[in-house]
């Protein structure tokens, strides 16, 4: 038994004057993922800092047309919020593709943009994992490799990010507000999450004294032709081996606007701006959605036993940019593409 400290945050403030004053403590929100962690010793905080009474569970529009979500809204409530469904039912889809109905009840928005990988070694102290401690190694190269990374990877690690909500918030180009000793600043979705590197032990570029107080989403939500696109072993309660977010705006058949990011593919949701431009202008046809999955899948590189998912990501690329396209995002496609 390792002992930790419990205490609860009385605001923002005091709960970042709690995690500055202790490099070691830990906020828990849900603690869907953090508890987990520290049964397996994988995590052992010194404190964990309970910041759940914090009054970061609304959901506000902006003064642009967008939404703010405070960090502690649940999956559940923000999947299911009115204005959600109606205006970013991307990010309803997505939500409601990850883990189970009691976890996303507990789940947060902020713990979610923070949960660590299922790198199974991860998770193995008896094993060397560079993410867990750095140097050792990474057992998951030259190891059991299914599930991880094949763009972004580094020779440190190989992991993936396992959210399913990141990779909407990635596509709809989200802001994630936080706070800090030096006051509120804001990072864009794109430079949240890292690649691994030679740090893999860093997931985030959050400061470890700051705390995530809300996300931001911008007025265009793509309500109309949109899909999210998980590939995994069971239809429910697993990580995706591969998830396509796409959001077009469609005028009649040609694509004035996309987005396009990949999860389960790397260490952060996979977003390139190349490819997406790719798309912008052309006719919504098979040809225009090929060219586009093969260039995103351009600098693909598959381990021992994961190359299979470079195929099955260009295609299911292909299926989501046909799905939102039609405007069926919920519908499997049987047109076989390719
Ligand atoms: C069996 C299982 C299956 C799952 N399947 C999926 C799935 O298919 N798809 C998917 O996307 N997710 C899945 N999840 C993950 C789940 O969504 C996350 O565990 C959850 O989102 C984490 O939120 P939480 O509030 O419980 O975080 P916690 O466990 O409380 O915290 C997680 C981390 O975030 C930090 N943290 C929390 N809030 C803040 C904040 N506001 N500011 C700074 N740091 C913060 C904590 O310190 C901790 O390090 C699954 C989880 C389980 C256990
Ligand atoms: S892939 Fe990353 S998390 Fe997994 S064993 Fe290697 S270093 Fe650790």
Redesign the pocket.
Known sequence: MINFQYVRATDVADAVHRIAADPAA???????????LMKYDVERPSRLID?TRLPLKSVEETADGGLRIG??VS?SDLAYHPLIAARYPLLASAIL????AQ?RN???T???L??RTRCYYFYDTGTPCNKREPGSGCSAIGGINRMHAILGTSEACIATH????CVALAALDATVHVAGPAGPRAIAFAGFHRLPGNTPERDTN?APNE??TAVELPAQGFAAHYTYLKIRDRLS????LVSVAAALDMRENTIAEARLALGGVAHKPWRDPSAEAMLRGQPAEPMTFVRAADHLLRDAKGFEHNAFKIDLARRAVVRALSQAAAGTPQSQSNKKIR
């Open positions: 830990k906020f828990i929100a849900g603690g869907s993922n953090l508890i987990d910041i960090a502690l999956n593709a990850g883990a189970s976890l507990m789940a947060s902020g713990g979610n923070l949960q396992p959210s399913d909500m959050l705390i995530v309660y697993a990580f995706a």
